[in-house]
């Protein structure tokens, strides 16, 4: 597959910036049907955990097991292994969220993944400040899932201004091969953007999962 990487580089950022931490380090963007598995509507949250995957692999060598992001046949049999799926799941169009992702992070890279419940959508701005210190001190990718919102995606940074707090989201949602649209496109139609926090849906709850992995930048 050819991936495409750093997709969130060279997007402008929101108006009059007072603060910002970005993802540092190298990922690969992971959506549907990059690998020629057509998952459209149940494998967003399996494509978000391989873009976290992604960065593990990439981190070098001694600091992360070195080996490349599982697949989704891979995840489904090392969540049937670990005894939190029946034997049924694999091979199944079953969805996975961010309490599946921090199992398959341990077990694929011995990386704990720190869930972190968010009650409401309008509680979100609660968590700026964990999100600000995961990123700055050099942490990977977030995955970030919910009940009426509960369409997976990453988070990549996080900013604040006079016109208010933005996450940087990742959205695993696009269909096509790896690489059919250029970054710039994937920019251009809102596949990787900087959302307001009042975008996201107030009744909904969030869960994020974020990587206890640090590269020390």
């Known amino acids: 597959m050819s991936l495409l990487s750093g997709v969130h580089l060279g997007l402008p950022f929101p108006a009059a910036l007072q603060r910002v931490a970005l993802v540092s380090g190298s990922y690969c963007y992971y959506h549907y049907g990059c690998d020629g598995v057509d998952d459209r509507g ?13 960065w593990l692999g990439a981190a070098g060598p001694g600091e992360a097991v070195s080996r490349p992001a599982p697949s989704l046949k891979e995840i489904q049999n090392a969540l049937v292994e670990m ?7 694999a091979g199944s169009r079953d969805w996975i969220g961010t309490v599946e992702a921090a199992l398959c992070l341990d077990h694929f890279y011995a990386v704990p993944g720190r869930l972190v419940h968010v009650p409401r959508g309008q509680s979100l701005e609660k968590e700026l400040e964990t999100l600000y210190a995961h990123f ?11 009940d009426r919102d509960n369409s997976s995606k990453g988070l990549l940074g996080v900013c604040s201004g006079p016109d208010g707090h933005h996450l940087l989201v990742l959205d695993p949602h696009y ?3 790896a690489g059919s649209l250029a970054k710039e496109e994937l920019q251009a139609e809102g596949w990787v953007c900087w959302r307001e926090l009042g975008t996201f849906e107030r009744g909904s709850f969030y869960n994020l999962c974020l990587p206890q992995f640090k590269t020390g930048a």
Do not use: E
């Open 136 to 146: 700055l001190g050099g942490g990977p990718p977030v995955m970030m899932g919910g």
């Open 175 to 177: 269909h096509g091969g």
């Open 83 to 89: 005894g939190d799926k029946p034997p049924s799941f």
């Open 42 to 54: 149940w494998g967003c949250g399996y494509r978000t955990l391989q873009t976290v995957c992604s």
